[in-house]
């Protein structure tokens, strides 16, 4: 438990709330309802083993905390997450409803296991250990199915491995969700081009036979989505989308649209992940509390690449 002021409230609950969410405990000396909500909270802080902090505010010192959260009665609780105000509660509840609360928000002790074992695989995914990354994720998965961030790295990382089956057994839970998430829409999509490569003819042609036929008509846009395939499964992404584009440029609703579901597929494969929050980047919480030295982050360059070819797809489509 950590009492917060002004003065340290960006470091003790906005930078904190990017990796662990907080509890911000509105109370004053002469409120009885405080008294017998407060040790709840720290009771329930210690039980959770630092799955969420508790921060308490003394309402009467800070006021200008108070106004910022539009506080009015007291107690008051807030929760923090990523920077921002995502719940919170009134009055002296009792620690049933106080559990219920954080259960809604406050990760499960599998879940932080889960994602522990996530983190440590992407690691071991940018030093090259792609077996042990593989085992990670696999764990991950085993001790929470529900962790999708475990579910696409472990199927992306398989495909990028060539086990296609195995890839394909790990990524059919997600596509009984409905709706199905774009980013495993995209694994399955990127998934049916290296089949269509192994197991249809066309997908043995040069690249050189697809230009003859386009050459020849430049509405073949069978031809056209087959070399766009074949490029997907050679790993040439950019110039597959520029002959999907082609398509969706002469007609939007050829093929189902299938080569817009491609070429959208394609940016989501190609999106940089986003970077990990710090407080640096959180710029202004809702409650309007300004965070000192945020930086303007510079744009890398597979996230220029990608920023236009969604201007050239909305272009496209307009």
């Given at each position: 438990m950590i009492d917060a002021t002004l003065q340290n409230f960006e470091a003790e609950v906005i930078a904190a709330s990017m990796t662990t969410p907080v509890l911000v405990d509105f109370w004053a000396d002469w409120c009885g309802p405080c008294k017998s909500l407060g040790p709840v909270l720290e009771k329930l802080e210690v039980a959770y083993e630092g799955r969420f902090k508790l921060v308490k505010v003394n309402a009467d010192a800070e006021q200008q905390l108070v106004a910022a959260f539009g506080v009015r009665s007291l107690p008051t609780c807030v929760l923090l997450m990523n920077g921002q105000p995502v719940d919170g509660f009134m009055g002296a509840v009792p620690e049933g409803q106080v559990r219920a609360f954080l259960d809604k928000h406050v990760p499960s002790a599998d879940e932080l296991m889960a994602e522990a074992e996530t983190e440590e695989a992407e690691q071991l995914i940018e030093a090259g250990d792609t077996d042990a990354a593989l085992a990670k994720l696999q764990e991950a998965l085993a001790v929470n199915p529900a962790n999708e961030d475990a579910r696409f790295d472990y199927v992306k990382l398989l495909v990028m491995s060539g086990e296609l089956d195995l890839a394909s057994q790990a990524l059919a839970p997600a596509l009984t969700v409905q709706p199905v998430a774009l980013r495993?829409?995209?694994?399955?999509?990127?998934?049916?081009?290296?089949?269509?490569?192994?197991?249809?003819?066309?997908?043995?042609?040069?690249?050189?036979?697809?230009?003859?036929?386009?050459?020849?008509?430049?509405?073949?846009?069978?031809?056209?989505?087959?070399?766009?395939?074949?490029?997907?499964?050679?790993?040439?992404?950019?110039?597959?989308?520029?002959?999907?584009?082609?398509?969706?440029?002469?007609?939007?609703?050829?093929?189902?649209?299938?080569?817009?579901?491609?070429?959208?597929?394609?940016?989501?494969?190609?999106?940089?992940?986003?970077?990990?929050?710090?407080?640096?980047?959180?710029?202004?919480?809702?409650?309007?509390?300004?965070?000192?030295?945020?930086?303007?982050?510079?744009?890398?360059?597979?996230?220029?690449?990608v920023s236009r070819y969604r201007r050239k797809l909305s272009m496209a489509l307009n």
């Open positions: 495993f829409e995209a694994l399955s999509q990127w998934m049916a081009c290296l089949r269509f490569v192994t197991t249809d003819p066309r997908g043995q042609w040069p690249i050189e036979q697809f230009d003859a036929a386009v050459a020849a008509n430049k509405r073949d846009f069978e031809a056209r989505f087959d070399k766009a395939r074949v490029l997907i499964a050679m790993g040439e992404w950019p110039q597959a989308m520029d002959e999907l584009l082609e398509i969706i440029m002469r007609d939007k609703a050829w093929g189902d649209q299938a080569p817009r579901k491609a070429y959208v597929a394609l940016l989501e494969l190609m999106t940089p992940p986003k970077p990990k929050a710090d407080a640096a980047g959180a710029g202004k919480t809702a409650s309007g509390i300004e965070i000192a030295g945020k930086a303007l982050a510079q744009q890398d360059p597979q996230a220029e690449l």
